[in-house]
């Protein structure tokens, strides 16, 4: 009797999932195998996240029953625990997905050493639409400038989608605890939302995604950054309208992250691109921003958003971000850092190279604008409406006020902030600072 392992990180899904198709395929038997990594500290993620993952682990154990299988969960060092199934079943093989991060790669390497006689077999082909690495300029090792990167992988080729496998049988094993949160998170649900999205809202993408208070985005975000959906699926299944393509290529931009990352490891904490910043240290700036308390209506309603639903709107974080980075002046870590903490979708890959993209220091062929927040309250804002939903001492303000409260008497303010900066100084002092 042979049996292999599937190791599940971050790709948890039966559906195009190459890792789980490759390791069902010609065994006898199969272990569905999830190790909750004991160095990454529960106490680092807000409870959503924790939730999240918990929700996507009990789903894939639904989607695995049906299949005839389960999920077996271990908790401690994934090396260690992954090794000792492989003893206990007597596995010859071990399948995993590949990943960018340095984490993830030294897990990688460790592994392989320590299977000894036992196959690792790594798949790149698992989180993006185009595996990373498989596009690369003539003289470097990684695309630095998107849209020579996003040429190309338009017209690169893509895998056929890979089918859920029909059956899988477990080895006799001891199960573990799998959690049985039921929630919004999982392939499931995922699909549910992957379905809506393509069927009938991503038409409006194009003239909608800036939009903030319409929301039409496909708050994706959490199961890509999960596996729970496939990146490649969805670029199939998108279809070729105006929104359709726009969409596809924000999934460009989230390759062009990974690729970046795979070949620049320690850009997930140092600068892409060193401008010489001294970032300033101001411990309430940073905790005003973070509390949604900068006396600045649509950086604090981003902020705010973050909080009370673990996602943020993509133009809110390039307001929230850019104020940080570029008008406090304060280091795009500490950013990323508390983005981390309470972002459902907070990934190493796409929160660290967007925040050195916002903080000049990354792949923006731009790399000092600075994006002043009344201008694109009023463009994105223009009647106020996310500001209200996510700032109640602001919700009895009309349109023309709301994005300026500054200019209102005390009262009608209602404790509501003023502001900690002033916005022409913070972007002078950041010009200055780079020597502009
Ligand atoms: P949609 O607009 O529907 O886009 C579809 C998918 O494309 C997204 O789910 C995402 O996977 C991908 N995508 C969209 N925009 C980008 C982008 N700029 N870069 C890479 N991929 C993108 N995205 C994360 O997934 N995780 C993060 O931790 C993260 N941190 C960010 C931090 C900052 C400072 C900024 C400016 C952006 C960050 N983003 C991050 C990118 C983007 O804001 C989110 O992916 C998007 O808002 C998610 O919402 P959605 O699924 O509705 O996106």
């Given at each position: 009797m042979s049996t292999t392992i599937a190791v599940f990180t971050r790709d948890l899904r039966i559906h195009d999932n190459p890792m789980l198709a490759?390791?069902?395929?010609?065994?006898?038997?199969?272990?569905?195998?999830?190790?909750r990594d004991h160095r990454i500290g529960a106490s680092r993620f807000a409870a959503g996240r924790?939730?999240?993952?918990?929700?996507?682990?009990?789903?894939?154990?639904?989607?695995?029953?049906?299949?005839?299988?389960?999920?077996?969960?271990?908790?401690?060092?994934?090396?260690?625990?992954?090794?000792?199934v492989a003893t206990a079943t007597d596995a010859t093989r071990v399948h995993i997905a590949g990943d960018v991060s340095a984490f993830a790669k030294a897990r990688e390497a460790e592994l392989a050493g320590a299977l000894g006689r036992r196959e690792l077999v790594v798949h790149h082909d698992v989180h993006t639409v185009v595996p990373p690495g498989a596009l690369r300029p003539q003289s470097r090792d990684h695309f630095a400038v998107f849209s020579a990167y996003h040429r190309r992988w338009s017209d690169h080729g893509w895998r056929g989608l890979q089918p859920a496998p029909e059956r899988i049988?477990?080895?006799?094993?001891?199960?573990?605890?799998?959690?049985?949160?039921?929630?919004?998170?999982?392939?499931?649900?995922?699909?549910?939302?992957?379905?809506?999205?393509?069927?009938?809202?991503?038409?409006?993408?194009v003239d909608q995604h800036d939009v903030l208070a319409a929301d039409r985005t496909s708050r994706l975000s959490p199961y890509l950054?999960?596996?729970?959906?496939?990146?490649?699926?969805?670029?199939?299944r998108a279809g070729k309208s105006a929104g359709a393509e726009a969409f596809v290529r924000q999934l460009?931009?989230?390759?062009?992250?990974?690729?970046?990352?795979?070949?620049?490891?320690d850009a997930a904490h140092r600068d892409y691109r060193h401008r010489g910043d001294r970032w300033r240290d101001d411990k309430n700036a940073l905790q005003a921003w973070?509390?949604?308390?900068?006396?600045?209506?649509?950086?604090?309603?981003?902020?705010?958003?973050?909080?009370?639903?673990?996602?943020?709107?993509?133009?809110a974080r390039l307001i929230t971000g850019s104020f940080l980075t570029k008008t406090l002046y304060l280091d795009w870590r500490a950013g990323a850092e508390h983005f981390f903490t309470w972002l459902l979708d907070g990934d190493v890959v796409n929160n660290c190279l967007n925040w050195q993209w916002v903080a000049g220091t990354g792949t923006d062929s731009r790399p000092n604008r600075v994006l002043n927040p009344l201008l694109q309250a009023e463009r994105y804002d223009p009647d106020g409406e996310y500001?209200?939903?996510?700032?109640?001492?602001?919700?009895?303000?009309?349109?023309?006020?709301?994005?300026?409260?500054?200019?209102?008497?005390?009262?009608?303010?209602?404790?509501?902030?003023?502001?900690?900066?002033?916005?022409?100084?913070?972007?002078a002092r950041f010009l200055a600072a780079r020597g502009k």
């Amino acid at each position: 009797m042979s049996t292999t392992i599937a190791v599940f990180t971050r790709d948890l899904r039966i559906h195009d999932n190459p890792m789980l198709a490759a390791a069902s395929r010609d065994t006898d038997h199969v272990v569905p195998l999830f190790v909750r990594d004991h160095r990454i500290g529960a106490s680092r993620f807000a409870a959503g996240r924790l939730r999240f993952l918990d929700e996507s682990l009990a789903d894939l154990d639904t989607s695995l029953r049906a299949k005839g299988g389960r999920l077996v969960l271990r908790e401690g060092s994934p090396v260690e625990e992954i090794c000792r199934v492989a003893t206990a079943t007597d596995a010859t093989r071990v399948h995993i997905a590949g990943d960018v991060s340095a984490f993830a790669k030294a897990r990688e390497a460790e592994l392989a050493g320590a299977l000894g006689r036992r196959e690792l077999v790594v798949h790149h082909d698992v989180h993006t639409v185009v595996p990373p690495g498989a596009l690369r300029p003539q003289s470097r090792d990684h695309f630095a400038v998107f849209s020579a990167y996003h040429r190309r992988w338009s017209d690169h080729g893509w895998r056929g989608l890979q089918p859920a496998p029909e059956r899988i049988t477990l080895p006799k094993i001891q199960l573990g605890d799998v959690p049985k949160a039921k929630g919004h998170g999982g392939e499931t649900a995922g699909r549910c939302r992957a379905d809506a999205w393509l069927h009938a809202d991503v038409q409006h993408y194009v003239d909608q995604h800036d939009v903030l208070a319409a929301d039409r985005t496909s708050r994706l975000s959490p199961y890509l950054h999960l596996g729970c959906v496939s990146a490649l699926e969805l670029a199939r299944r998108a279809g070729k309208s105006a929104g359709a393509e726009a969409f596809v290529r924000q999934l460009a931009w989230r390759d062009f992250h990974h690729q970046v990352l795979a070949a620049r490891p320690d850009a997930a904490h140092r600068d892409y691109r060193h401008r010489g910043d001294r970032w300033r240290d101001d411990k309430n700036a940073l905790q005003a921003w973070q509390e949604g308390r900068t006396g600045i209506p649509i950086v604090d309603a981003g902020m705010r958003q973050l909080r009370a639903e673990g996602w943020m709107h993509n133009r809110a974080r390039l307001i929230t971000g850019s104020f940080l980075t570029k008008t406090l002046y304060l280091d795009w870590r500490a950013g990323a850092e508390h983005f981390f903490t309470w972002l459902l979708d907070g990934d190493v890959v796409n929160n660290c190279l967007n925040w050195q993209w916002v903080a000049g220091t990354g792949t923006d062929s731009r790399p000092n604008r600075v994006l002043n927040p009344l201008l694109q309250a009023e463009r994105y804002d223009p009647d106020g409406e996310y500001v209200r939903r996510y700032v109640p001492e602001l919700s009895h303000v009309d349109d023309k006020q709301v994005h300026r409260p500054w200019r209102l008497p005390a009262a009608e303010r209602r404790g509501y902030p003023a502001p900690i900066v002033d916005l022409a100084d913070g972007r002078a002092r950041f010009l200055a600072a780079r020597g502009k």
